[in-house]
């Protein structure tokens, strides 16, 4: 027995150091994707990038305002979208400065009274030579109003389509965790740990699709007492575990048999309790067991993933730490830095924030709070991260806040520098359970979403009219893409309640509509039946034609995108890019309207289908823009529905 053990050790020891190895081999490859995407983009001319035009309009106002007040230090720079139909954006900081000059007790010229509207017409006058802004106008006391050029925005669509949808990445490329998912092992994977997955991986892809170095990480509950009452199960009903892989196929009826021994048998207690010693000793046997149970778990977990097309997430659990926690505990402890309450060692922040920390419990065992402690100061030391975002409900922010500041306090990271942030979302207010009152399995959730896509799909007769591929490919893209946006389109701070219906109606702000109304232009597009790829047509013109105020609204709010992309990054909101693609179809809608691509022309030969290439190539820069968004969204695209 001793020496298959000994063997099996052995054997999983080389394995771990293989899959190490492995690890390290895949990190390295993807760091040199990485490099090559950056080397590539480097090697972009600049016009391929778009750029944020808000973001751009406040560079030009702020070089306009510095240069126009100059005796004024940090004269104030105040722009905004217009709420305005015909104006795009909006410069009010005209009155802010007559307000700054009057509260500093300044004079602005020569001593002689001004107004607003004066300060307006002298900033316009300081606005550096450049080929955004099209229309200027000072109105009322003294705002500034801007229209985008109309051939700025022609030839940035011309562009978009001849580089690719392309925003310009964030100056300095940093190191991100995105801490998420992050399931229990034996416990149930429940729609929280969805929505934490859903969102946690669409925060991973917009730092990524900026251009910065992002590590998925799966803080799986993989450690801790209540793992004694399942080994010891383990051990007695299945003795030779060793050899033989448990037949455990549900783990959460049995975490409930061995809890069930746990509260009634005082011996398995006991036996329950020796486990966790040898368990955090490492012995091989209950090592091997532990091994057991999270494997059961992880394959659960990784059809979940593989269901949602989560990639890259790297696990890396409580039980990582476990021997950075001795440590550590014996650092704060030396450093006296832990207060004694009844036998329990707390850690206590300076501000009051959060919660403070239970570092060590009155058995001697360590907690939630001693691995997250552990494992901050590991990925700021170790894992080198510039940023840091957990994502997990709003019920955990006190502990999280805790936990920075107790870091902060321990000088882990200086705030300044690092940006360690809790991203905490509502929680379901009914508690998704079936009519018995049991919580639903994850699977069981994701399953029923697949049937009641097709049953969709089949309402509206696509059954008839698409390939079996075809509507197998529709019904997984709809079923998860529905479950995505629905976690994904509304304020995240804001509890939810889980309802198929909403998520699958083919009206109003979700992925159905979105889905349909991508499909719809791309159909346009195929009808159009243009002898040449966009990209082509596009590299032989300069610029686009557009001139009907529909085609240039559409095309300026496409242009729009990079603006959403960097307030989410800044944010950690991705609802507003859910907000933004259905406005975005909205505007669609009303151009196709007003708008032919396609018409039919009586001509002395019969009638004849006229195409406006300009307005088919329009649609298709809609087109890639909805593609690449919903693509950050985590939600697969088909051209045919
Ligand atoms: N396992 C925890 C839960 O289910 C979430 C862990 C989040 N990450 C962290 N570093 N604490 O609630």
């Not at 892989?245 to 975490?255: E, G, R, T, W």
């Not at 920390?357 to 709070?369: C, E, H």
Request: proline fraction near 3%; aromatic fraction near 8%; hydrophobic fraction near 35%.
């Amino acid at each position: 027995m001793n020496s298959i053990i000994d063997r099996l050790t052995s054997v999983e020891k080389q394995s771990s150091q293989y899959e190490q190895r492995l690890q390290c081999l895949k990190n390295s490859l993807n760091a040199t994707d990485l490099g090559k995407q950056c080397k590539m983009a480097k090697t972009l001319p600049e016009e391929a990038y778009l750029v944020s035009l808000l973001q751009a309009t406040k560079e030009l106002f702020a070089a306009a305002i510095k240069s126009s007040c100059n005796n004024l230090s940090n004269p104030p720079i105040s722009v905004a979208q217009s709420t305005q139909k015909t104006v795009d954006y909006q410069c009010n900081s005209a009155m802010q400065i007559i307000k700054k000059v009057k509260d500093e007790g300044l004079t602005l010229v020569d001593g002689s009274k001004v107004k607003p509207h004066d300060i307006a017409v002298n900033i316009v006058r300081h606005i550096p030579e450049n080929d955004i802004f099209g229309t200027v106008a000072v109105a009322g006391p003294g705002f500034i109003n801007v229209n985008i050029d109309a051939n700025y925005i022609c030839r940035k669509v011309r562009d978009m389509l001849v580089y690719g949808v392309h925003v310009k990445p964030h100056e300095s490329r940093k190191r991100v965790i995105v801490d998420f998912s992050s399931p229990n092992i034996a416990k149930e994977m429940h729609v929280g740990h969805l929505r934490s997955t859903i969102i946690g991986d669409c925060i991973a892809r917009i730092f990524e699709y900026l251009g910065h170095e992002v590590l998925r990480i799966n803080h799986v509950g993989d450690w801790g007492t209540q793992f004694g009452m399942l080994l010891a199960h383990l051990a007695e009903k299945f003795p030779d575990f060793v050899t033989k892989p448990p037949p455990i196929s549900d783990l959460q009826a049995f975490y409930k048999e061995a809890k069930v021994r746990f509260d009634s048998d005082e011996d398995f207690k006991k036996r329950a309790y020796e486990c966790v010693v040898k368990l955090q000793a490492k012995e091989p046997e209950m090592f091997k067991a532990w091994q057991e149970i999270c494997d059961i778990s992880r394959k659960e977990f990784k059809k979940v993933y593989d269901i949602l097309g989560i990639e890259d997430l790297q696990e890396k659990g409580e039980s990582y730490y476990n021997e950075l926690m001795v440590e550590l505990v014996e650092d704060l402890t030396n450093k006296k830095l832990l207060c004694d309450d009844e036998g329990r060692k707390l850690l206590y922040p300076s501000e009051g924030r959060g919660n403070h920390l239970l570092i060590v419990k009155s058995d001697g065992g360590f907690t939630y709070d001693t691995s997250d402690l552990a494992c901050l100061k590991y990925r700021i030391e170790k894992e080198k991260a510039d940023k840091i975002i957990y994502v997990t409900d709003k019920g955990q922010a006190l502990h999280f806040y805790g936990l920075f500041d107790c870091a902060v306090d321990l000088k882990y990271y200086d705030p300044k520098s690092i940006d360690v942030v809790h991203v905490g979302f509502g929680v379901d207010k009914k508690k998704f359970k079936t009519r018995s009152g049991d919580t639903v399995r994850l699977l069981d959730l994701l399953d029923e979403g697949m049937q009641r896509s097709l049953k969709k799909l089949e309402e509206k007769g696509r059954d008839k009219v698409l390939t079996e591929d075809e509507l197998k490919a529709a019904q997984h893209a709809l079923a998860i893409g529905c479950i995505k946006y629905a976690d994904l389109s509304h304020d995240l701070t804001l509890d939810y309640q889980f309802s198929f219906d909403r998520m699958l109606d083919d009206r109003g702000n979700t992925a159905v509509y979105l889905l349909y109304s991508l499909t719809r232009i791309r159909s346009i597009i195929r009808n159009a039946n243009v002898s040449k790829p966009a990209e082509e047509l596009a590299k032989e013109i300069p610029a686009l034609k557009l001139q009907h105020p529909r085609e240039l609204r559409l095309a300026k709010y496409v242009l729009k995108f990079p603006e959403i992309i960097y307030q989410i990054a800044n944010d950690l909101r991705p609802h507003t890019l859910c907000s933004y693609l259905f406005d975005l179809s909205v505007v669609f809608s009303e151009f196709y309207e007003q708008c032919y691509c396609i018409e039919k022309v009586n001509t002395k030969e019969g009638e004849k289908t006229k195409v406006n290439i300009d307005r088919i190539l329009l649609c298709e820069a809609t087109a890639n823009v909805m593609t690449t968004a919903l693509n950050i969204l985590g939600i697969k695209t088909l051209s045919k529905m």
